[in-house]
């Protein structure tokens, strides 16, 4: 599955003219890659955003999960660097270790009927220096042909709010998007450790994280009330795209597909 890995030549039109990047994506054929995916986890998830890892090896973000996924990869082949990255739980390894990671946060009791079809993406991480928009690009091409190939119908995820101000943007950010964005009721994940979003000021007028906005934009549902990742410190919204849904540019870029 998706070797070998395809490329698409990347160039920062915000920055001075240089150089095309060589970036190539595709799954982690080895454990150096998939190690190499971990430190840059770390650096971008402890070093960066400053969470507390549950990780045993300094300097790598690892967890029981990892064993079990698939790690979607972009690697920079002129610098020999991987700058991307995004964790795959399909639904067979998912029974495997028992549940999925986002079980940890929500309760997904009413996602039973679609476990057999459900995809589950977490720890995206872009390095610091590539955040043009071309990595993401090539990822999320990635986790297309990923689900393509394999016949998967939904993707879910985790997709945080920093919590920096005590919760206030992520509160704000619920109510405005809970409108247009909610998923159907039978649809509803519920918080293991809900935002108390009666208690926070939830009429603010805050960025829309841009990770968030491509989800929405393609077709995802939000579908449920955030939860709180004392770990991280974030309010992590759940996050459900069923593949069939993708918004028609998206479809048409990401999975060729031509209605």
Excluded at 57 to 82: K, N, Q, T
Excluded at 100 to 125: K, P, Q
Aim: with cysteine.
């Amino acid at each position: 599955m998706l070797q070998p890995r395809f490329h698409s030549p990347e160039l920062d039109r915000n920055r001075a003219p240089r150089k095309a990047r060589n970036l190539h994506v595709g799954l982690a054929g080895c454990e150096t890659e998939i190690l190499e995916a971990q430190k840059l986890r770390y650096r971008v998830f402890a070093d960066e955003m400053g969470a507390r890892l549950p990780t045993r090896s300094p300097g790598v973000d690892r967890d029981l999960y990892d064993p079990f996924c698939e790690h979607l990869i972009v690697r920079d082949e002129d610098a020999g660097r991987i700058v991307g990255t995004y964790r795959i739980l399909s639904p067979s390894a998912a029974r495997k270790i028992g549940g999925y990671y986002s079980e940890n946060e929500f309760d997904l009791t009413r996602l039973h009927h679609l476990r057999h079809r459900l995809v589950e993406i977490g720890r995206a991480c872009i390095d610091a220096d590539y955040r043009s928009g071309a990595v993401i690009a090539l990822l999320w091409s990635g986790l297309a042909r990923y689900m393509q190939e394999n016949g998967y119908e939904y993707l879910i995820g985790c997709a945080s709010v920093s919590m920096a101000d005590g919760g206030h943007t992520a509160a704000s950010l619920y109510n405005r998007l809970r409108g247009e964005h909610l998923a159907p009721l039978e649809y509803h994940v519920f918080p293991r450790c809900p935002l108390p979003l009666d208690a926070l000021r939830g009429n603010l007028a805050s960025e829309l994280p841009a990770l968030i906005k491509g989800y929405l934009r393609a077709g995802a549902w939000i579908c449920g009330e955030p939860a709180w990742d004392p770990d991280f410190n974030t309010a992590d919204l759940p996050i459900l795209m069923p593949m069939n849904q993708v918004d028609g540019r998206y479809a048409r870029h990401f999975l060729g597909r031509q209605d």
